[in-house]
């Protein structure tokens, strides 16, 4: 089974930062990853996938990147409506989740 | 608009059985595969099943392998989850979710219903 691992576990930031968040998979995975936003009480929401393609209607300031093992999502200007936990996702076989990235306002 | 719409959760008792289901509108249903996913309150995200776009074959978390079944009826739009012998890790709220691609499954998922809390619990 592929494993899944993200840091920060959680990120403390304020709006206009740029952040970064690391995603890494226990074996090579290609570029078959994506990228969700999840607010409390709400489905996950998908934001990028083949690692780097920004899904329709997601603002420009998410972009993805990476492959193999390393993958980084990063926000170029934090907005208020960013803060959220990130999940990091393989689809090379079946699906995994990562544990999750906390994005709170510092 | 897409619209995915789940049901049939609630309290349970170890070891018995419950049956979800998510009604899907605003797409052709019958086009896509589509996947069950659990998330543990406060907790990460779990893939739990999969059936193709007509049923055709299915795929399940080892976690979950014998004792869940997953299927579908694209008459209804409907996609159901049979959860048996349940325990209290299975505690969780379930999301149908459908996935990206036409047909055949890509794994990774566009559109999400707002789930349905089972727990677990004597």
């Known amino acids: 089974d592929i494993q899944m691992t993200q840091s920060p576990s959680t990120l403390s930031a304020s709006v206009g930062d740029r952040v970064t968040i690391t995603c890494r998979a226990s074996q090579t995975i290609n570029i078959w990853l994506a990228w969700y936003q999840q607010k409390p009480g709400k489905a996950p929401k998908l934001l990028i996938s083949?690692?780097?393609t920004l899904e329709s209607g997601v603002p420009s300031r998410f972009s993805g990147s990476g492959s193999g093992t390393e993958f980084t999502l990063t926000v170029s200007s934090l907005q208020p409506d960013d803060f959220a936990t990130y999940y990091c996702?393989?689809?090379?076989?079946?699906?995994?989740f990562g544990p999750g990235t906390k994005v709170e306002i510092k | 608009q897409v619209q995915l719409v789940e049901s049939g959760g609630g309290v349970v008792q170890p070891g018995r059985s419950l049956r979800l289901s998510c009604t899907a509108s605003?797409?052709?249903?019958?086009?896509?595969?589509m996947h069950w996913v659990r998330q543990v309150s406060g907790k990460g995200l779990e893939w739990v099943a999969v059936i193709w776009h007509d049923g055709s074959e299915k795929y399940y978390a080892d976690s979950v392998k014998g004792r869940f079944t997953i299927s579908r009826d694209n008459s209804k739009n409907t996609l159901h989850l049979q959860m048996s012998s349940l325990r209290a890790e299975d505690t969780a709220v379930y999301y149908c979710a459908r996935d990206q691609r036409l047909w055949r499954p890509a794994y990774y998922f566009d559109y999400w219903g707002q789930g349905t809390l089972v727990t677990v619990s004597s």
């Open positions: 605003g797409f052709s249903f019958s086009f896509y595969a």
């Open positions: 996702q393989q689809y090379n076989s079946y699906s995994t």
């Open positions: 083949q690692a780097s």
